[in-house]
Protein backbone atom coordinates (compact mmCIF):
# COMPACT_ATOMS: atom_id res chain seq x y z
CA UNK A 1 0.00 0.00 0.00
CA UNK A 2 1.17 3.39 -0.80
CA UNK A 3 0.77 4.80 2.93
CA UNK A 4 3.86 6.86 2.41
CA UNK A 5 2.55 8.96 -0.81
CA UNK A 6 -0.80 9.50 0.91
CA UNK A 7 1.47 11.20 3.74
CA UNK A 8 3.40 12.89 1.51
CA UNK A 9 -0.03 14.25 -0.10
CA UNK A 10 -1.34 15.30 3.34
CA UNK A 11 1.58 17.04 4.51
CA UNK A 12 2.01 18.91 0.70
CA UNK A 13 -1.75 20.07 1.11
CA UNK A 14 -0.92 21.32 4.81
CA UNK A 15 1.93 23.78 2.91
CA UNK A 16 -0.96 25.51 1.17
CA UNK A 17 -4.29 25.18 3.06
CA UNK A 18 -5.09 25.03 6.80
CA UNK A 19 -6.87 22.06 7.91
CA UNK A 20 -7.70 19.92 11.00
CA UNK A 21 -9.31 16.64 9.17
CA UNK A 22 -8.92 14.68 6.67
CA UNK A 23 -11.19 12.23 5.01
CA UNK A 24 -10.67 9.11 3.24
CA UNK A 25 -12.56 6.54 1.19
CA UNK A 26 -11.01 3.36 0.68
CA UNK A 27 -11.57 -0.16 -0.76
CA UNK A 28 -12.73 -2.61 1.95
CA UNK A 29 -14.01 -3.59 5.12
CA UNK A 30 -13.83 -0.75 7.69
CA UNK A 31 -14.20 -1.11 11.04
CA UNK A 32 -13.60 1.89 13.60
CA UNK A 33 -10.67 3.11 11.68
CA UNK A 34 -9.52 0.37 10.74
CA UNK A 35 -9.12 -1.56 7.43
CA UNK A 36 -10.21 -5.06 8.23
CA UNK A 37 -9.95 -6.28 4.99
CA UNK A 38 -9.10 -5.10 1.93
CA UNK A 39 -9.38 -8.16 -0.30
CA UNK A 40 -8.50 -5.87 -3.64
CA UNK A 41 -5.51 -3.51 -1.94
CA UNK A 42 -4.61 -6.78 -0.17
CA UNK A 43 -4.73 -5.63 3.29
CA UNK A 44 -5.96 -7.24 6.45
CA UNK A 45 -6.47 -5.68 9.86
CA UNK A 46 -4.19 -2.07 9.60
CA UNK A 47 -5.07 0.95 11.16
CA UNK A 48 -4.83 3.15 9.11
CA UNK A 49 -6.82 6.28 11.55
CA UNK A 50 -4.04 5.78 14.40
CA UNK A 51 -1.28 5.65 11.64
CA UNK A 52 -2.43 8.63 9.51
CA UNK A 53 -3.02 10.98 12.67
CA UNK A 54 0.22 9.78 14.22
CA UNK A 55 2.13 11.43 10.94
CA UNK A 56 0.10 14.09 9.74
CA UNK A 57 -0.95 15.63 13.23
CA UNK A 58 -4.58 16.13 11.71
CA UNK A 59 -7.56 14.09 12.85
CA UNK A 60 -8.31 11.29 10.34
CA UNK A 61 -11.74 9.69 9.48
CA UNK A 62 -11.64 6.74 7.13
CA UNK A 63 -14.61 4.95 5.85
CA UNK A 64 -15.55 2.39 2.77
CA UNK A 65 -15.37 4.21 -0.69
CA UNK A 66 -18.41 3.10 -1.85
CA UNK A 67 -20.49 4.56 1.07
CA UNK A 68 -18.31 7.98 0.59
CA UNK A 69 -19.31 7.78 -2.97
CA UNK A 70 -23.00 6.77 -1.70
CA UNK A 71 -23.00 10.06 0.96
CA UNK A 72 -21.72 12.36 -1.97
CA UNK A 73 -24.18 11.72 -4.76
CA UNK A 74 -27.12 11.71 -1.71
CA UNK A 75 -26.36 15.14 -1.02
CA UNK A 76 -24.88 16.45 -3.98
CA UNK A 77 -25.87 14.68 -6.35
CA UNK A 78 -28.04 12.65 -8.42
CA UNK A 79 -29.32 10.62 -5.32
CA UNK A 80 -30.86 13.61 -3.57
CA UNK A 81 -33.57 13.27 -5.54
CA UNK A 82 -34.72 10.31 -3.84
CA UNK A 83 -35.52 8.67 -0.54
CA UNK A 84 -34.42 4.97 -1.01
CA UNK A 85 -30.71 4.48 -3.34
CA UNK A 86 -29.17 1.48 -4.15
CA UNK A 87 -26.12 2.60 -5.35
CA UNK A 88 -23.35 0.51 -6.46
CA UNK A 89 -19.22 1.80 -8.00
CA UNK A 90 -18.40 -0.67 -10.33
CA UNK A 91 -14.61 -1.08 -10.95
CA UNK A 92 -11.92 -3.41 -10.32
CA UNK A 93 -14.54 -4.80 -7.74
CA UNK A 94 -17.89 -3.91 -6.47
CA UNK A 95 -18.67 -1.84 -3.86
CA UNK A 96 -22.06 -1.23 -2.44
CA UNK A 97 -24.11 1.05 -0.22
CA UNK A 98 -28.02 1.47 0.49
CA UNK A 99 -29.64 4.54 1.46
CA UNK A 100 -32.64 4.16 3.36
CA UNK A 101 -35.11 7.15 3.91
CA UNK A 102 -32.10 9.08 3.43
CA UNK A 103 -29.46 7.42 5.91
CA UNK A 104 -26.78 5.03 4.99
CA UNK A 105 -27.35 1.58 6.48
CA UNK A 106 -24.71 -0.38 8.08
CA UNK A 107 -23.98 -3.34 9.55
CA UNK A 108 -23.37 -3.15 14.02
CA UNK A 109 -19.77 -4.43 13.50
CA UNK A 110 -19.02 -4.55 9.51
CA UNK A 111 -20.19 -1.66 7.34
CA UNK A 112 -21.64 -4.80 4.94
CA UNK A 113 -23.40 -4.19 1.89
CA UNK A 114 -20.34 -6.04 -0.14
CA UNK A 115 -22.94 -6.44 -3.12
CA UNK A 116 -19.70 -7.51 -5.24
CA UNK A 117 -19.55 -10.90 -3.16
CA UNK A 118 -22.85 -12.22 -3.40
CA UNK A 119 -22.03 -15.20 -5.47
CA UNK A 120 -23.58 -15.26 -9.12
CA UNK A 121 -22.06 -18.23 -10.28
CA UNK A 122 -21.50 -21.96 -8.52
CA UNK A 123 -17.90 -22.63 -8.35
CA UNK A 124 -16.90 -19.66 -10.67
CA UNK A 125 -14.22 -17.38 -11.17
CA UNK A 126 -12.42 -17.35 -7.85
CA UNK A 127 -12.24 -13.86 -6.62
CA UNK A 128 -10.00 -12.33 -4.24
CA UNK A 129 -11.53 -12.60 -0.76
CA UNK A 130 -11.43 -16.37 -1.06
CA UNK A 131 -15.01 -17.18 -2.90
CA UNK A 132 -15.73 -18.60 -6.28
CA UNK A 133 -18.25 -16.84 -8.62
CA UNK A 134 -18.26 -13.31 -7.04
CA UNK A 135 -20.50 -10.45 -8.57
CA UNK A 136 -17.30 -8.51 -9.14
CA UNK A 137 -15.49 -11.20 -10.70
CA UNK A 138 -18.21 -10.82 -13.84
CA UNK A 139 -19.32 -7.06 -13.60
CA UNK A 140 -16.76 -5.18 -11.94
CA UNK A 141 -15.83 -2.65 -14.73
CA UNK A 142 -12.54 -4.10 -15.00
CA UNK A 143 -14.06 -7.97 -15.74
CA UNK A 144 -15.79 -6.32 -19.02
CA UNK A 145 -12.30 -3.95 -19.90
CA UNK A 146 -10.00 -7.07 -19.44
CA UNK A 147 -12.02 -9.53 -21.72
CA UNK A 148 -11.91 -7.02 -24.27
CA UNK A 149 -8.55 -5.97 -24.12
CA UNK A 150 -7.94 -9.83 -24.53
CA UNK A 151 -10.56 -10.37 -27.29
CA UNK A 152 -8.63 -7.16 -29.74
CA UNK A 153 -5.11 -8.15 -28.90
CA UNK A 154 -4.55 -4.98 -26.97
CA UNK A 155 -2.37 -4.14 -24.16
CA UNK A 156 -3.16 -4.32 -20.61
CA UNK A 157 -1.78 -0.93 -19.69
CA UNK A 158 -3.97 0.96 -22.75
CA UNK A 159 -5.91 4.15 -21.51
CA UNK A 160 -9.28 4.14 -20.69
CA UNK A 161 -9.77 6.82 -24.03
CA UNK A 162 -7.73 4.59 -26.31
CA UNK A 163 -9.51 1.61 -25.19
CA UNK A 164 -12.88 2.97 -26.21
CA UNK A 165 -11.60 4.02 -29.30
CA UNK A 166 -10.42 0.60 -30.19
CA UNK A 167 -14.05 -0.50 -29.08
CA UNK A 168 -16.13 1.79 -31.52
CA UNK A 169 -13.41 0.23 -34.19
CA UNK A 170 -14.08 -3.18 -33.45
CA UNK A 171 -18.02 -2.56 -33.00
CA UNK A 172 -19.76 -6.33 -33.35
CA UNK A 173 -16.46 -8.16 -32.70
CA UNK A 174 -16.68 -7.31 -28.91
CA UNK A 175 -21.32 -7.54 -28.94
CA UNK A 176 -21.23 -10.88 -27.14
CA UNK A 177 -18.82 -9.22 -24.46
CA UNK A 178 -20.87 -6.38 -24.30
CA UNK A 179 -24.27 -8.79 -23.96
CA UNK A 180 -22.77 -11.46 -21.19
CA UNK A 181 -21.43 -8.69 -19.31
CA UNK A 182 -24.85 -6.94 -19.23
CA UNK A 183 -26.23 -10.42 -18.59
CA UNK A 184 -24.10 -10.74 -15.64
CA UNK A 185 -25.04 -7.71 -14.59
CA UNK A 186 -28.46 -7.55 -14.67
CA UNK A 187 -28.47 -10.91 -12.81
CA UNK A 188 -27.00 -9.49 -9.62
CA UNK A 189 -28.00 -5.94 -9.90
CA UNK A 190 -31.83 -7.81 -10.18
CA UNK A 191 -31.20 -9.67 -7.40
CA UNK A 192 -30.45 -6.69 -5.21
CA UNK A 193 -33.32 -4.75 -6.37
CA UNK A 194 -35.73 -7.53 -5.14
CA UNK A 195 -34.43 -7.20 -1.90
CA UNK A 196 -33.93 -3.52 -1.33
CA UNK A 197 -37.35 -2.67 -3.63
CA UNK A 198 -34.92 0.75 -3.99
CA UNK A 199 -36.39 4.23 -5.71
CA UNK A 200 -33.71 4.08 -8.03
CA UNK A 201 -30.35 2.50 -9.27
CA UNK A 202 -27.37 4.77 -9.33
CA UNK A 203 -23.94 2.84 -10.38
CA UNK A 204 -20.53 5.22 -9.85
CA UNK A 205 -17.06 4.11 -10.43
CA UNK A 206 -15.16 2.89 -13.84
CA UNK A 207 -18.85 2.29 -15.22
CA UNK A 208 -20.14 5.86 -16.18
CA UNK A 209 -17.02 6.11 -18.70
CA UNK A 210 -18.95 2.91 -20.42
CA UNK A 211 -22.24 3.68 -19.65
CA UNK A 212 -23.12 5.31 -23.26
CA UNK A 213 -22.74 1.84 -24.37
CA UNK A 214 -23.93 -0.16 -21.16
CA UNK A 215 -26.61 1.94 -19.77
CA UNK A 216 -29.88 1.53 -21.33
CA UNK A 217 -29.55 -2.09 -22.63
CA UNK A 218 -29.15 -3.17 -18.85
CA UNK A 219 -32.16 -1.34 -18.51
CA UNK A 220 -33.89 -2.81 -20.78
CA UNK A 221 -32.70 -6.53 -19.85
CA UNK A 222 -33.95 -5.85 -16.29
CA UNK A 223 -37.07 -4.61 -17.18
CA UNK A 224 -37.77 -7.30 -20.04
CA UNK A 225 -36.05 -10.40 -18.77
CA UNK A 226 -38.57 -12.26 -15.94
CA UNK A 227 -35.51 -10.93 -13.75
CA UNK A 228 -37.66 -8.73 -11.17
CA UNK A 229 -40.35 -10.32 -8.69
CA UNK A 230 -41.97 -7.10 -9.05
CA UNK A 231 -42.54 -6.29 -12.52
CA UNK A 232 -42.08 -2.45 -12.84
CA UNK A 233 -42.90 -0.03 -16.10
CA UNK A 234 -39.43 1.60 -15.52
CA UNK A 235 -36.63 1.45 -13.39
CA UNK A 236 -34.52 4.46 -12.56
CA UNK A 237 -31.02 3.57 -13.15
CA UNK A 238 -28.74 6.15 -13.82
CA UNK A 239 -24.36 6.94 -13.51
CA UNK A 240 -23.22 8.70 -10.52
CA UNK A 241 -23.01 12.25 -11.32
CA UNK A 242 -19.68 12.61 -9.75
CA UNK A 243 -18.38 9.10 -11.85
CA UNK A 244 -15.14 8.53 -10.15
CA UNK A 245 -14.76 11.55 -8.09
CA UNK A 246 -17.37 10.60 -6.05
CA UNK A 247 -15.83 8.54 -3.34
CA UNK A 248 -13.58 11.44 -2.77
CA UNK A 249 -16.29 13.99 -2.46
CA UNK A 250 -17.75 12.13 0.34
CA UNK A 251 -14.77 11.09 1.81
CA UNK A 252 -14.51 15.44 2.90
CA UNK A 253 -17.86 14.76 4.84
CA UNK A 254 -17.63 11.71 6.72
ZN1 LIG B 1 -15.44 -12.20 -3.48
Same mark, same amino acid.
Given at each position: ??????????????? =?????? *????????????????????????????? =??????????????????????? &?? *?????? &? =???????????? #? #? @?????????????????? *? #?????????????????????? &????? @??????????? +? %???????????????????? +?????????????? +? %?????????????????????? &??????????????????????????? %???? #????????????
Amino acid at each position: MQFGYIVEIINKLKE =KYEFEK *FGLGMAGSISKGTVLKSVNLGIKEYNITE =KLEKETGLKVNVKNDAKCAALAE &YK *FGKCKN &Y =KNVLFLTLGTGI #G #G @AYIYNGSLMEGSNFEGFE *F #GHMIIKENGLLCNCGKKGCFEK &YAGIL @AFKRKIIERLG +L %SYEISGHDLRAEMKKAGDKI +LDIQEEYINDLALG +L %SNLINIFEPDSVIIGGGFARYD &YILLEPLKQKILNSNLLFNPREDIVIE %SAEF #GNDAGMIGASII
